[in-house]
């Protein structure tokens, strides 16, 4: 190949990548906006637990009315990565009496998961568990990237909010004026 013809390929190369790009930015736009108010079915899960106290569901959502939702299955390695940054961020992260933060985990121990993925057992936030695809199942109308990124849901569970509360600034303080109810 030559130099001439090398500099034409990066060329077309760039373009189209820039194309690309450009046209995913809509899509997900829209993507976000497709799913905001959407209805989240937590149903199937009867309990709810931190390491210092243990919920029906029921109890769970009267005493929180604002849930952060992360699905994370056993089998899946990006899952542990993200674990590891809400613990690591656990400082930053908005806290309010009526707002819990909650973990969907699919397999078939979450104290296992969490040893393999942190070297400890000890997490700071709520976990609903099954060996089951129970989550995925009943949210089939939920895109997975959408799924995947997490959420914040109100006391009717739709989707409030998508993405992580300590990404920026700007979403923590957006997460904290929903919260307070200051955004509806």
Known sequence: ?????????????????????????????????????KKVDLSGYDFVYNSKQVYSYAEFRAK?????????????????????????????????????????????NFETFLRYSQGKTEFPFFVMSSE?????????SIDRQIIDAGFLIDRDNRIKIIGDPFVSEKMKDLYNRVVRGQIK
């Open 132 to 140: 089951e695809f129970t989550y995925a199942n009943n949210n089939g």
């Open 64 to 108: 929180y009315p604002f849930v952060t939702v992360n699905y994370i299955d056993e089998d899946c390695a990006i899952c542990k990565i993200k674990v590891r940054e809400w613990c690591d961020n656990a400082e930053k992260i908005p806290l309010h009496e009526n707002l819990a933060h909650l973990f969907v985990f699919r397999g078939k």
């Open 1 to 37: 190949m030559t130099v001439k013809t090398y500099g034409r390929f990066l060329v077309v190369f760039f373009l189209a990548a820039f194309t690309i790009a450009c046209n995913r930015y809509p899509l997900t736009v829209k993507l976000f906006k497709d799913h905001l108010g």
